[in-house]
């Protein structure tokens, strides 16, 4: 019997019937259950989780594709800018004028290249929240319950 046929046998003054003992039976059924639920929930919220940062993934390497081809020419345009201005307004030689632009880029890319792979270590692309949760949940199932 349902709590809300309890509660309406009370409120018409009717004395409601005992329920039936459970059997272990049950109680055991009800905890696979039970069990069976939480497991497909925290797998459930794992497949969400990953697909939600695929997801963030894709549009941040569309950005960033086309961030990094504006760059490139951007980039190209001033380098190009830079060794005539050195070779008009300070008479270095092209060489020398392409020999400073470039060394000065190698070593900004160097740096970036370094700072990026530092980033790169720290990042983890596991859902880690949803990992924790069903890592819980297979230590409750296999260990057993005193």
């Not at 109680?27 to 925290?42: E, N």
Request: with cysteine.
């Amino acid at each position: 019997m349902t709590a809300a046929e309890v509660e309406l046998a009370s409120r018409r003054g009717e004395t409601p019937p005992v329920a039936s003992p459970t059997t272990m039976t049950e109680l055991v059924s009800g905890i696979l259950d039970d069990a069976q639920k939480l497991a497909r929930q925290q797998f459930d919220m794992l497949r969400s989780e990953l697909q939600e940062d695929i997801h963030r993934t894709k549009r941040v390497a569309e950005l960033g594709a086309v961030a990094a081809v504006l760059f490139t020419i951007g980039g190209v345009t001033l380098v190009a800018f830079l060794v005539n201005l050195l070779h008009e307004q300070f008479q270095f030689s092209m060489w020398a004028s392409c020999l400073i632009i470039g060394g000065i880029a190698t070593a900004i890319g160097a740096a970036c290249a370094i700072y990026a792979w530092n980033l790169f270590e720290t990042f983890s692309p596991l859902p880690n929240k949803s990992l924790h949760a069903l890592q819980e949940t297979l230590t409750w199932k296999t260990q057993p319950q005193t």
